[in-house]
């Protein structure tokens, strides 16, 4: 079967391409927006891209058209596909009807860390001989790849809560149907397709409808959200997840309460959250040390242990594995290290993980500069919904530098003015490297963060401090 994907270089699209690669398929496909890691996997595999969505690039015609949620009417390769009667169909329903029905799929959702959980949990039952396939949004260290199809009976999805297609407007998730669902947290993003969070609430509920009753929930103890969203209805067991330890007595309720009637909970044993304490149903089963830093990668772990003995993976074992965790690109990924400035890449695009990621890379460098460096890439951000929090996300960072483009559509210097002379906004990238290579001193810690390339400046910002050596 010759498949061509239109939208080719998204995460999830991607990803597709290269299972239905792995298949057997011939694969093509377009995109108006090519760049790593996902443009070098698709290359390495063998795939050819077609730069646009010219019509063209359906001539001759592919067995079927699998499009993706960045498509729209008007797109000319969409309006070609439309008149010529091709079939065509989403990418979620593609992957579901061609791979996932005869899978144990355990899903990761919720509205942050759904990329490192998921790939925590694929490592976790990777490292236990189980041989997962797995769909990710980024690339898993310990994989060097966002997708495979995997040999055992286990596969791992990471669960959008975005729209599935320009003719199917439901979550993405919906079509999964997993047996072991992780909800990771619940909080208001996709302003562009969501009305509010009631609405997102909603598609979180028809995913819980599909989960069956001898499958598992495993969800954060305490979080209103969420906890609204099985208040609407639960067929399937469940179990709550919680964090206690240094730093994160905060009431209320004081975080050692949750994690004393939850099912499952981590206890910090450092500050950064490098060495953690396990516990199920307040049993003590033991701690593991790793690399990740920060309370939301312990979360997101904790999610994976939870997930990965629902599937008979000893937590005892998970920990161990834990210890070989890699991490994810794009998430803390350092990047280099030049004239004693390490400079760091995260996807962090939304308020709350910003805080979180500042916070574990805080937790960690204790007292050295963090430099900030942000894109308000997202739709959601560049409607500027979440200004009102964006400052207070930043209050870890040293300095902010804001890239605001002419047509960001928000006062983005009255945004951040509680910063005072902490932050800098500049419209142009090369104004930008320019402020930040002038502001940085050795043993500086430079987190980029962007969902988009950000126009190459990781890249820009380790040859200027070349430059200067």
């Known amino acids: 079967m010759h498949l061509h994907i239109l939208g080719i270089c998204g995460t999830f699209m991607g990803g597709l391409a290269l299972l239905a690669r792995e298949l057997g398929h011939r694969v093509t496909g377009s995109d108006a927006n090519v760049y790593p890691p996902m443009s070098t996997q698709l290359e390495a595999a063998g795939i050819a891209l077609s730069q646009g969505y010219d019509a063209a690039h359906l001539q001759p015609a592919p ?22 009667g091709l079939p065509y169909v989403s990418g979620p ?68 809560e975005y729209d599935t297609a320009f003719f199917d407007k439901r979550s993405k998730f919906l079509h999964y149907r997993p047996r072991t669902l992780v909800i990771n947290n619940l909080e208001f993003d996709h302003a562009d397709i969501f009305d509010d969070l009631a609405a997102i609430q909603r598609q979180f509920h028809h995913l819980v409808r599909t989960v069956p009753g001898s499958g598992l929930i495993l969800h954060p103890q305490g979080v209103g959200s969420i906890d609204e969203v099985l208040a609407m209805g639960c067929w399937t067991p469940r179990q709550s997840l919680a964090l206690a330890g240094i730093g994160l007595d905060s009431p209320p309720p004081p975080q ?55 599937v008979g993976v000893a937590p005892e074992a998970a920990m161990a594995s834990l210890a070989r965790f890699k991490g994810v690109r794009r998430r803390m990924e350092l990047r280099g290290e030049v004239a004693g400035v390490r400079l760091y890449d995260d996807f962090a695009h939304h308020p709350t993980a910003i805080a979180t990621t500042l916070d574990g890379l805080r937790r960690s460098v204790g007292g050295a500069r963090i430099l900030a460096v942000l894109e308000p890439r997202s739709n959601t951000m560049r409607a500027g919904v979440h200004a009102d929090t964006l400052a207070a996300s930043l209050q870890d960072a040293d300095l902010v530098f804001l890239f605001a483009p002419t047509d960001l559509g928000w006062d983005a210097a009255a945004v951040l003015a509680p910063l005072g002379e902490r932050a800098m906004v500049l419209e142009d990238i090369e104004g930008l490297v320019a402020e930040i290579i002038a502001a940085a001193q050795p043993g500086d ?25």
């Open 63 to 84: 067995d079927v058209v699998v499009v993706g949620n960045a498509m729209t009417r008007g797109v000319p390769a969409v309006e070609y596909m439309l008149d010529e």
């Open 93 to 160: 329903q593609w992957l579901a009807e061609h791979l996932l029905g005869a899978r144990h799929v355990l899903a990761v959702a919720g509205t942050h860390g759904k990329t490192t959980t998921a790939s925590l949990l694929a490592w976790l039952l990777e490292d236990a001989g189980l041989e997962p396939g797995f769909l990710i949004g980024g690339v898993p260290g310990n994989f060097g790849q966002s997708a495979r199809l995997g040999a055992g009976r286990y596969f791992v999805v990471e669960a959008d």
């Open 256 to 310: 050692a309460t949750l994690a004393a009637s939850a099912d499952w909970s981590t206890e910090l044993l450092t500050p950064a959250g490098t060495e953690v304490r396990l516990s199920h149903q307040g049993r003590a089963l033991g701690s593991w040390s790793w690399t990740q830093t920060g309370r939301h990668n312990v979360a997101n772990a904790l999610a994976a242990v939870a997930a990965a003995a629902h």
């Open 445 to 469: 810690h430079l987190l980029v963060m962007s969902n988009g390339g950000f126009q190459g400046i990781h890249q820009r910002l380790l040859d200027a401090l070349r430059d200067q050596v």
